[in-house]
């Protein structure tokens, strides 16, 4: 073997150890994170299909994550903990300033093929309260200071008809979740609450409340819907698997959504209107953790 000879077969061998290397370090898990829109464990439930099919398409090990409330996703993206989350539409918007998040899917209702939806003010029937000018001193539940249809929406929209809730009503709570402001209403532990439409419907359908018992007093302009989302350092082959996979996950349940049709991609400007309502509001995001 001449040097020239053995030069160029050493160099190819030390291309192909470093290209080991590489794929040696091409992770294997995939860190799923999930808001709490439901108690921990009836999240990961409500979604281990998905997860399922997610590691069957992507061969990696789906780990998922539910925080104790919003901001708990978006701390644990920011510290590298999970590697994609199923953000709410300002929960994102924050995760996009403050850990890095990109969106790149969302879910598309099998049911509906809508890629927005909105949030809803319901009351007990049994109240009598059936406009927004009969909440006034009365007791109201948000959902978490991080929820789009749970809080900025619902918030926005109404001081855009004059009503500042932070005095409008008597009292005013944040539940932690979606189902626990239907059931604060239900069981009488406020008069009224704001409450993202499809979530209510799915506590419907699971029997948890019965819709006739609800008045809907109010709805929200449209949301865009919740989006999935990775940290951008995510290495684009695992980017890549994870979009494919998704897309191709249809016919299963995806939490409140109903059945699946895929995941549709989108962007981070669809979540412009999102920064547009927040400042509105005048919210300030870099403080809002």
């Known amino acids: 073997m001449t040097r020239k000879t053995w030069l160029q077969s050493a160099a190819a061998g030390l291309a192909l150890v470093m290209a080991g290397g ?3 370090q091409q992770p294997t898990e995939l860190r799923v994170g999930l808001i709490p829109s439901e108690d921990a464990q009836a999240m990961v439930r409500a979604s281990q299909q998905v997860m399922e099919q997610l590691a069957a398409k992507t061969g ?3 780990r998922p994550f539910v925080a104790n409330d919003y901001n708990g996703v978006i701390e ?3 510290s590298g903990k999970i590697d994609v989350a199923y953000f709410g539409p300002f929960s994102y918007v924050l995760a996009s300033q403050l850990a890095n998040a990109e969106a790149f899917a969302i879910p598309v209702s099998k049911k509906s093929g809508q890629s927005s939806y909105q949030s809803i ?3 007990r029937k049994d109240k009598g309260l059936n406009t927004v000018a009969q909440l006034q001193g009365k007791t109201f539940a ?5 929820s789009a249809s749970g809080h900025l929406f619902p918030k926005a929209g109404l001081k855009g008809e004059g009503v500042d809730t932070d005095k409008y009503f008597s009292r005013v709570i944040f539940s932690g979740s979606h189902d626990a402001s239907i059931l604060a209403v239900a069981n ?3 008069d009224a609450a704001a409450v993202a439409e499809p979530i209510f419907f799915n506590a419907v359908a ?5 819709a006739e018992d609800f008045q809907v007093v109010w709805r929200s302009q449209p949301i865009p819907e919740s989006p999935m989302a990775w940290r951008k350092n995510l290495d684009a082959s695992t980017k890549q ?4 996979a998704l897309a191709e996950i249809k016919g299963l349940p995806w939490g409140d959504r109903g059945e699946l049709n895929g995941f549709a991609s989108t962007n981070d400007q669809a979540y412009d209107v999102v920064r547009a309502t927040a400042k509105a509001l005048n919210l300030d995001l870099g403080k809002m953790k």
């Open 22 to 24: 590489v794929l040696a």
């Open 60 to 62: 990696m090990k789906v």
């Open 76 to 78: 644990a993206m920011r």
């Open 121 to 123: 003010l319901i009351t």
């Open 142 to 146: 948000f959902v978490d200071p991080s």
């Open 188 to 190: 009488n532990k406020v």
């Open 206 to 210: 699971k029997g948890h409340v019965k």
């Open 241 to 244: 698997k994870v979009a494919t």
